[in-house]
């Protein structure tokens, strides 16, 4: 970081892009804070993610996502049986290029992958003077409440951890490492974020999820990490931008400020019920497992589209 701050500072480069890489989030945001000013009338920091639905199908299946890549609502759904299947191996890899190009090669995840990455978020948990123990009681508390909202404190309760501010600090330095991210409530009445009510977490990638599962034996639900999925989509579209829900008669599991809503129901039959806040919106859309219909989108074409 010292030697870009001397290349930009002496003039020596103009009009370019650099890739900063390394193996702690942390350290290069903390890196970025440095370079205030220096980064010319245009420039801004991109921070690159897990692939999203969208990125993955043009990495493994390039020819398809070109034929597809602008396509309708309604076009796509005459030619969805590809994307379902492509769905459902980027539910098994997540956007990891790593394990993606593992599985496409093998068929299969090697366990050796699953220990390199648990590795790597121990060791920059170690590296923060964290504590693994504590972490994986803390992960699997959210495992067991995943996409439920919770406060600090019932986490703290589901586990040895006895304090509520323990549970925040790891939440914060896991959001720091860019594997977890919070999900807040949006109070419509008022069109602002209350921080204080229950919030919901969510991983950035579902093989993170899958590793997790298999050190601390503990399975969660297929629809519950498809909404994970969706929360994770949305958040990388700027990953500088919070997620919001909202609950009006029941939950809704995404708001934008626009007033748009999004509402997972990973399941073979939709229902009124799963309408029931739609009034509230200008745009509400329910994603589903195959349902195709007015307002009703299969997540994996939603997923593609957006």
Not at 9 to 33: P, Q, R, Y
Not at 75 to 98: Q, W
Not at 142 to 150: F, V
Not at 236 to 259: H, S
Request: proline share 2%.
């Amino acid at each position: 970081m010292n030697m870009l701050i001397s290349v930009v500072d002496n003039n020596i480069v103009e009009e370019s892009c650099f890739i900063l890489t390394g193996s702690n989030a942390i350290d290069l945001k903390k890196g970025t804070e440095r370079l205030p000013g220096r980064r010319g009338k245009h420039g801004k920091d991109i921070f690159y993610m897990p692939l999203s639905f969208r990125e993955y199908v043009r990495m493994v299946n390039p020819m398809w996502f070109e034929e597809h890549k602008a396509d309708s609502y309604n076009k796509l759904r005459y030619s969805s049986s590809k994307l379902k299947i492509l769905f459902e191996r980027y539910l098994i890899t997540g956007g990891i290029p790593l394990v993606i190009n593992e599985y496409e090669l093998n068929k299969e995840i090697p366990n050796y992958i699953y220990e390199l990455y648990y590795s790597w978020i121990i060791g920059d948990i170690l590296k923060e003077g964290k504590n693994e123990q504590t972490l994986k009681e803390i992960v699997k508390s959210i495992l067991i409440c995943y996409s439920t909202p919770i406060s600090w404190d019932s986490l703290a309760k589901r586990s040895s951890v006895k304090s509520h501010l323990t549970v925040s600090s790891y939440f914060e330095l896991l959001s720091n490492l860019l594997v977890i991210f919070g999900c807040f409530f949006f109070d419509l009445s008022h069109n602002n974020v209350n921080y204080n009510k229950n919030k919901k977490i969510y991983f950035y990638d579902s093989f993170i999820i899958e590793m997790f599962s298999k050190k601390l034996n503990i399975s969660v639900d297929r629809e519950k990490i498809i909404e994970g999925i969706v929360a994770s989509n949305i958040k990388q579209k700027n990953i500088l931008e919070e997620v919001y829900f909202t609950k009006i008669k029941k939950e809704t599991d995404f708001v934008f400020r626009d007033k748009k809503a999004i509402e997972v129901k990973y399941q073979n039959n939709i229902s009124k019920e799963d309408f029931a806040n739609k009034g509230y919106f200008r745009d509400f859309k329910v994603l589903s497992k195959n349902t195709f219909e007015k307002d009703v989108i299969p997540v994996y074409i939603y997923l593609f589209m957006e």
